[in-house]
């Protein structure tokens, strides 16, 4: 009948309950799942979330320094590399667009995918800024490619996995020591 009340015939979720639910257990067995095809060789690269701060009193001032990164394991899948471009601009080319990562793994929280958090350290929102970087590991020395997030992630529970999209950031770090440029 419309208008009743079936509120004791349903389940009402609560924190607890998804954090004891089968579904959140299932997320590690999905993750030894995804790192068989990294270790098949499948996903030649690596993404991390890197925080650096700046000596100055305000973010983009004095010299950028890193303070901590977190890789993000197992390795996510690129779900598209053609958002990215060269662009001719006066300088030479530059890398233009976005990319979407999925398959990050479920037991991430939503503040640890934006990079509010890393490895439990909350960003400092006055000096500090973070972002995604990815470093293709296919030959020679890779290149650093520095993405920050573009829009708000999404969880997929069914799938047990985040969605984030990223758009292409400058500057990159340097190839060999992780330098900031």
Known sequence: MAGSDDNGCFTKPTEAMIKNSLGSKMIRQVDRARDLIVRL?????????????????????????????????????????NGLNESLTAVGLDEVGSLQLTEISGRFSEAEVTGVLVNGTPL????????YEVSYLRSGTPIRRRFSVSSVPSYDPEEFQWTVRLER?????????????
């Not at 400092?124 to 972002?131: I, L, P, S, V």
């Not at 950031?169 to 440029?181: K, N, S, V």
């Open 124 to 131: 400092d929102t006055k000096g500090e800024q973070a972002y």
């Open 169 to 181: 950031a400058r500057e990159d770090r340097e190839a060999l020591t992780g330098d900031p440029q």
């Open 41 to 81: 060789g499948l996903r030649t690269y690596a993404v991390k979330i890197v925080h650096t701060g700046w000596s100055g009193p305000y973010r983009g001032s004095g010299q950028e320094y890193v303070m901590r990164e977190m890789d993000i394991l197992p390795t996510p899948k690129i779900a598209s590399l």
